[in-house]
């Protein structure tokens, strides 16, 4: 069992920064390979980011290429997504995910933990 809790979210202007944190218990968080997916109203949860387990490889949605970065501290069982040049369109609630076994990083499907989610708000 992993429980995930997610903080850092907020009300920002387009173009700030963020910098979202998902704390993960138990012993096992290196075992797990984390995401962050956001989910705006009336819409879909997305996949936005995602890294491996040793943090050797990350993945990223086309569309915060280049403005996010994912990334682990396995000793302090915390995941993170720095998120920078933010645009209005990345307003949503931001969840972080931990799959024991994956084979597609972007299909919430394959994810087994869930946390209750961040608000991110990005004014124009």
Request: hydrophobic fraction near 35%; include cysteine.
């Amino acid at each position: 069992q992993v429980q995930l809790v997610e903080s850092g979210g907020g009300l920002v202007q387009a173009g700030d920064s963020l910098r979202l944190s998902c704390a993960a218990s138990g012993r096992t968080f290196s075992s797990y390979a984390m995401g962050w997916f956001r989910q705006a109203p009336g819409k879909e949860r997305e996949f936005v980011a995602a890294i491996r387990r040793s943090g050797s490889n990350t993945y990223y949605v086309d569309s915060v290429k280049g403005r996010f970065t994912i990334s682990r501290d396995n000793a302090k069982n915390t995941v993170y997504l720095q998120m920078n040049s933010l645009k209005p369109e990345d307003t949503a609630v931001y969840y972080c995910a931990a799959a024991f076994s994956i084979a597609r990083m972007e299909s919430p499907k394959e994810y087994d933990y869930w946390g209750q989610g961040t608000q991110v708000t990005v004014s124009s």
